[in-house]
């Protein structure tokens, strides 16, 4: 369970304190939430502050009962985190090397951190990938890397952050199906509707504020006449 | 060059099997070799035996010089501006030296898978740690670096293309103000992957 109790972000700016995430408190219990909001909205930073890369300015954000500000390395531990970019999620020169980085501190031994890898990619359908140059990966190949990175430490939630921004159709629905058939609690940031329709709960967000919290069908609606305004 | 730096190619050449740690000191000791014969005489010989030893390794030839490219051109540079300041035999002692370097240590990233190496630097720092220093941080460091030359490569790629395509490619300010910004973004970027990852304590 990921309680935020209050939760503030504020960030200094040339012109004074600015706020990203208004004081939000929400339980998220559910198996699949989506988060949608126009760019700038503040989805980013509250996806940010579920496995601490964001910290609140004010409140807490608590996940199983740990603080992310406190016990930030467990709860690392517990929450994986998808960027929308995975170039820069993606930092060892082959993907059988990137998913043993992530290992390293969990599996000291290193042939069962080999095996382990290979297992995730061979899982996450990248087994006949796992020795060549990561650049040479297509985009959703890559973005299937960057959540084997995640898998492979098993985290009891995932955090994906548009995940399917730069992807196209076909690479957007095998990524898609990767993460709502996964086991752990998945918090989806995105701005495909589609997706966002198969969450459980959906947040909207905007000016930096969870505008509404409900059923998928919804959120959708409210967000659709926000934008329309 | 993106697609050479740093990339492991699985094999079982001698290269591969040779433990880490020695392959790291003879690294070592070839750059000072390198270094320190450097002449018109010995320098060609070392860049010869450097490309014995990358083909050796499994690097593919025409591959490798096809991807070394934008080297070789510069190579071509140096040579002219050496040649014409301190003379050809300098030339050739800058050149073959430098190719010599580059070579050896393509053919060691080449052989030597990144948590291996990852494991030797850990191992090799750990005795600095009563003095402060942390093993897994200095050597995740290490294997970033590998990985931070294709990337910084990339971003210097995309920087120019950007410049090109609003007719600013002789425009130092257009290439390198947003050169500096984004390779200082792809390092938060990086940190904030880590961080992630839980590798950042």
Known sequence: MIQLQSATVVVDSPSGPLTLLHPTTLDLGEHRIGIIGANGSGKSTLARLLNGLALPAAGQVLVDGLDVDRDGREVRRRVGFVFTHPDAQLVMPTPLEDVTLSLRRSVPDKAERRRRAREVLDTIGLGDRADVPVHSLSGGQKQLLALAGVLATDPEVVVADEPTTLLDLRNTRSVADRLFGLRQQLVLVTHDLDLARRCERVLVVDAARVVFDGPAADAVDHYVALSDV | ?201
């Open chain 2, 1 to 201: 060059m993106s697609e050479l730096l740093g990339a492991y190619r699985p094999g079982s050449t001698l290269l591969h099997r040779m433990p880490v740690g020695p392959k790291l000191a003879v690294v070592a000791a070839w750059s000072i070799v390198v270094v320190a014969t450097r002449g018109p005489l010995f320098s060609p010989v070392l860049a010869a035996l450097a490309i014995g030893i990358a083909i050796w390794s499994g690097l593919a030839l025409r591959r490798t010089l096809r991807t070394m490219r934008g080297f070789l051109l510069l190579m071509v540079l140096v040579a002219a501006f050496q040649t014409w300041q301190r003379g050809p035999e300098v030339a050739v002692t800058v050149v073959t030296s430098l190719l010599a370097l580059l070579l050896v240590g393509l053919a060691f990233t080449a052989t030597t898978a990144v948590d291996d190496l990852l494991g030797t630097v850990e191992r090799i720092t750990s005795p600095l740690r009563f003095v402060g220093v942390r093993p897994e941080r200095v050597a995740l460091a290490f294997a970033l670096v590998l990985r931070a030359l294709p990337a910084v490569l990339e971003v210097a790629t995309q920087t120019r293309d950007a410049a090109r395509a609003r007719g600013l490619e002789r425009s130092p300010r257009a290439l390198l103000v947003p050169f500096a910004i984004r390779v200082v973004a792809h390092a938060y970027a990086t940190g904030d992957a880590l961080a992630a990852r839980g590798l950042d304590d």
